[in-house]
């Protein structure tokens, strides 16, 4: 007949197990550093040039739209305003975005931090009191994670619309004004 630990045995060996949620921490630890690493390249970008990027554009656009007025152009006639319009769409939500992203890079960082330091110190409850158990480091895991996956993904389409909104963004709205001033100074074919 085999004989089974005490009580106070088995509960010293069930305490010396591993921590629930210990197998999250280097893919959180390593999220933690991709969201560093993001945040440092997007900080750098020239968010503040958005703004009066914008306003050059949709200025450019008033000009350009009243000189058009009552004309009619072809797809290739069209393309310095296509590209103009295309700017704008470009940067107009930039500010916004910028201020949203700033915002959830600080909560990532907060969110995945807290929850590294809840695993690492073997936190039993949450802030709200809950029990914390490994399903619950699980789940915890595999949002911060999605989310962190949603931010970095952001923070590229971002910087890749304020990167393509100022890109020759004078000689578009150059192109643009001399095409208009070309189209609307034509000669009349019917005199």
Request: charge should be negative.
């Amino acid at each position: 007949m085999k004989a089974w630990p005490c009580i106070p045995c088995l509960l010293l060996i069930a305490s010396c197990g591993p921590k629930p949620g210990v197998r999250h921490l280097a893919d959180l630890e390593r999220a933690l550093a991709q969201v560093d690493s993001a945040a440092a390249l997007y900080e750098q970008a020239p968010h503040a040039e958005a703004a009066p990027a914008l306003a050059t554009v949709d200025s450019a656009m008033a000009v350009v739209e009243a000189r058009m007025q009552g004309f009619v152009v072809n797809l290739e006639q069209g393309k310095p305003f296509s590209l103009l319009d295309e700017r704008k769409r470009m940067l107009k939500r930039q500010p916004g975005r910028h201020r949203r992203i700033s915002q959830e890079i600080d909560r990532t960082r907060r969110q995945i931090g807290n929850l590294i330091e809840a695993i690492v110190d073997g936190a039993q409850v949450d802030a709200l009191g809950e029990p914390i158990d490994t399903a619950y480091f699980r789940k915890a895991a595999e949002d911060e994670l999605r989310i962190c996956g949603h931010l970095l993904e952001e923070m590229d389409i971002a910087l890749d619309f304020l990167e393509r909104g100022l890109r020759d963004l004078d000689g578009v709205v150059r192109r643009a004004d001399s095409a208009s001033i070309a189209l609307t100074t034509l000669p009349d074919p019917t005199h």
